[in-house]
């Protein structure tokens, strides 16, 4: 195929946004060839989204700034081109679902892109459901988005954008909010598409999952800079294990025999006895509505001081209406919530948040004070902390997540990885005894996540940590305990070996096993312990 006919050419292309000095990304040079599914892979900030932006035609079109080099979609510059146009060639997934939902209904939202384009009536229902089905979310045609979790808008933004079978696929970050088995089917959903013939370009953290669907391309960008672009093979020698996340057995080659920095030791334990019981969930169950499906059906655990409890479960299976009945944000329909031995029913949320600091799914449902600055003092100064505390609480949790150059400018302005860092920071700012975190690493580069996650759980004050995950890894690494939730029933709750080790209890919850849990399990009779996979090299040979 001659290069004037290729989906996409893209050639010196370097961009520098309005009210920064460096530039974003520079001098990149790529092709992708009808077929393909590319791999983008590094750390945040690297330039991935900035790429994609320059590519669909929100630069210069929604985003200042100065733009070299050259793009074009089937030999046509889109310099030349209308964003009208260019949406018809290139569909964006973005990585916030809540950015890009607009309608009232699924159906209505997934028809959107079609009205838009003025496709004539009797062809959009089949082209919806069409979306809906490839992505295994026919059942929610007639939903509310607003009803619907975090992960099911993600599907429904990509169920969107497949309606409109764009020759061009982006998808920026497609599995940070989706279940195992939900990211996986959607994986099959894009290899399906290339191998129709769509280009598919995927910027994604979770590189191991993509590699299943065999990306016939990879790039690796540091700095905005591609330093790698070839084949998955050439990509594992040269990516910085550290900062991006490779399977474990390729990072216990590359790591053993090599010196490693000394793993981390938390501050909090597990404590037993009826003074360690913080949290009481006692036949819990709860309906938004009275003639609505049940989401939480007799739940019943405690949360003691010193547990590191990671949630699991698939979509919609009521992890984050879970959560959000121990800071008494939602009320049992039936059952009771007990909070450091006080019913819910009978305190309020602000007097819960002297206990409890809760960091939402979506970042843009906290964020709205001018200022990073303002934003981590708020929590503080509605708790009636001195302004000395409050000085010494934002410096620390600004420095937990590594952002301490971005206290004055507007959080939302910031990426989504980035304002999912300060929405943690805030409620560290807080100080909270209990720390609940919705998808915490969703949006976060490797280092990054186990930089604040080491942080947070090597800091002295924290009785409990609680945090929802999709993430296997996480949970394998960093939790004590284990809750599985599936339909709004609690499965299991144990250790992370008695829980993950039941994989056919796993995947009928929707949760697969990774190669990090398969490699601790394989060694944890002699280990007695679950590991990362580079201080697992050192113990095995």
Not at 35 to 60: D, W, Y
Not at 263 to 271: C, V
Not at 320 to 328: Q, R, Y
């Amino acid at each position: 195929m001659t290069m004037s006919h290729l989906p996409l050419v893209v050639e010196n292309l370097s961009f520098r946004y309005r009210r920064r000095e460096e530039l974003a990304i520079q001098n990149i040079n790529f092709e992708l060839h009808p077929g393909q599914v590319m791999l983008i892979a590094g750390a945040s900030g690297c330039g991935k989204t900035t790429l994609m932006r320059c590519i669909n035609g929100l630069i210069p079109n929604t985003y200042n700034g100065e733009m070299t080099g050259d793009i074009r979609l089937f030999g046509k510059s889109v310099k030349e081109m209308a964003m009208v146009e260019i949406s018809q060639t290139v569909g964006t997934l973005l990585q916030d679902p809540e950015r890009q939902i607009l309608g009232s209904y699924v159906l209505n939202e997934v028809a959107f892109g079609l009205e838009s384009l003025g496709v004539p009536r009797g062809d959009i229902i089949p082209r919806v459901e069409k979306a809906l089905s490839r992505l295994g979310i026919l059942h929610l045609r007639d939903r509310e988005t607003f009803g619907t979790s975090g992960g099911e808008k993600q599907k429904i933004a990509l169920a969107g954008v497949l309606a409109m079978e764009p020759k061009i696929l982006l998808l920026d970050e497609p599995l940070a909010s989706l279940d195992p088995a939900s990211a996986h089917e959607a994986l099959d959903a894009f290899r399906v598409l290339a191998d129709e013939g769509y280009s598919v370009m995927v910027v994604e953290h979770r590189v191991e999952d993509v590699l299943a669907i065999h990306p016939e391309v990879v790039m690796y960008m540091d700095e905005g800079k591609v330093e790698y672009f070839g084949g998955v093979e050439g990509l594992m020698q040269v990516v910085d294990y550290h900062r991006i996340k490779l399977p474990a057995q390729v990072v216990m080659d590359r790591a053993h025999g090599q010196k490693q920095e000394k793993t981390f030791e938390a501050t909090i334990r597990p404590q037993v006895g009826n003074e360690a019981e913080l949290v009481h969930f006692d036949n819990v169950r709860f309906q938004y509505h009275e003639d609505s499906r049940e989401i939480l059906k007799g739940i019943d655990f405690k949360i003691n001081k010193g547990d590191v409890i990671a949630i699991l479960g698939h979509n919609g299976s009521g992890k984050t209406t879970l959560m959000k009945h121990t800071l008494g944000l939602l009320k049992p329909t039936q059952g009771r919530v007990l909070l450091e031995g006080k019913n819910t029913r009978q305190i309020s949320v602000a007097q819960a948040a002297h206990t409890v600091g809760y960091v939402f799914q979506s970042p843009t449902q906290m964020l709205f004070a001018p200022t990073v600055k303002e934003e981590l003092a708020f929590g503080p100064k509605n708790l009636k902390m001195s302004e000395d505390v409050i000085e010494k609480n934002i410096q620390w949790a600004i420095e937990t997540v590594h952002l301490p150059e971005e206290l004055q400018t507007p959080p939302l302005a910031l990426s989504f990885g980035q304002q999912k860092r300060i929405s943690i920071a805030s409620v560290l700012a807080m100080r909270s005894r209990i720390l609940m975190m919705d998808e915490p690493t969703a949006g976060q580069d490797y280092w990054n996540y186990t930089a604040f996650m080491d942080s947070i759980l090597q800091m002295p004050g924290f009785d409990a940590i609680l945090f929802i995950t999709h993430d296997v890894d996480l949970a394998v690494v960093y939790a004590n305990r284990i809750l599985l939730v599936y339909d709004g029933q609690l499965m299991a709750d144990g250790t992370p070996y008695d829980v993950l080790r039941d994989e056919a209890l796993l995947r009928r919850c929707r949760v697969l096993p990774t190669s990090l849990l398969r490699a601790n399990i394989e060694h944890y009779p002699r280990l007695g312990q679950f590991h990362r996979a580079e201080t697992l090299s050192q113990f095995v040979s």
